[in-house]
């Protein structure tokens, strides 16, 4: 099946340093892929959606220029957290769909602690 | 994008069905219902997917009404492996949204 692996499981940093977490379609080529975020007890919120070889498109209310996506091929996007602060803590997942009637394949999500 | 509404807990008993419903009173005739699940701490786990007929997998069903204003997943034969967060998604074009979910709680 689809699989995608998403890295750093667990990330601290720093107040004030960005953080790039990466994530990878491993056997499928994703024509687009999403990043969410989630606080302890929510739900998944999605951040922004984004298609190879263009600008993602940011959900509204979340700051593109703090959250810097970036999808230059089809089995790699990355999502870099800018001038990180306490409040960036959060659980970050990404999604992957491949081309079709594809299912939509989570990663295992990226911890981040801003200390 | 289609509104979906779950109970917000549920029990059941190992070895029993477990049956999820889900309201999606506003969805449109090309909105797929999608049901994924999270186990703490980890990245949604898909379960299975459907348009207008039902489905089943491996892992459970989907019964979906026919006005297509609500569904039910069925989990077979709960373990205690499946507590999870159910969560049960109305698609529109080619975003998941998630709302609240259901916890379910397999207890033996």
């Known amino acids: 099946g689809a699989v995608v692996s998403q890295h750093p499981s667990r990330v601290i940093c720093k107040s004030g340093t960005s953080v790039k977490i990466e994530c990878r379609s491993l056997?499928?080529?994703?024509?687009?892929m999403f990043w969410y975020r989630q606080f302890p007890k929510q739900s998944l919120m999605l951040m922004a959606t984004s298609n190879e070889g263009s600008k993602a498109t940011y959900e509204q209310g979340v700051e593109k220029d703090k959250f810097l996506i970036n999808h230059a091929s089809l089995t790699l996007s990355t999502l870099t957290v800018t001038s990180a602060h306490p409040e960036d803590s959060s659980f970050y997942i990404c999604s992957a769909r491949g081309p079709g009637d594809y299912g939509y394949t989570f990663g295992s999500g990226t911890r981040l602690t801003v200390v | 994008d289609a509104k979906t509404t779950q109970p917000p807990s549920m029990d059941c008993a190992e070895g029993r069905a477990a049956n999820l419903p889900c309201n999606h009173s506003?969805?449109?005739?090309?909105?797929?219902v999608y049901w994924y699940r999270q186990i703490h701490s980890q990245g949604p786990q898909y379960i299975i997917h459907?348009?207008?007929n039902n489905e089943t997998n491996e892992m459970a069903s989907l019964i979906i009404t026919e006005d297509r204003k609500s569904s039910t997943l069925i989990l077979p034969h709960a373990t205690l492996r499946d507590t999870a967060v159910y969560y049960c998604i109305a698609r529109y074009g080619n975003k998941l949204v998630f709302g609240a979910g259901t916890i379910l709680r397999v207890k033996s």
């Open positions: 056997d499928f080529q994703a024509t687009t």
């Open positions: 506003t969805i449109s005739g090309n909105e797929y």
């Open positions: 459907g348009l207008k």
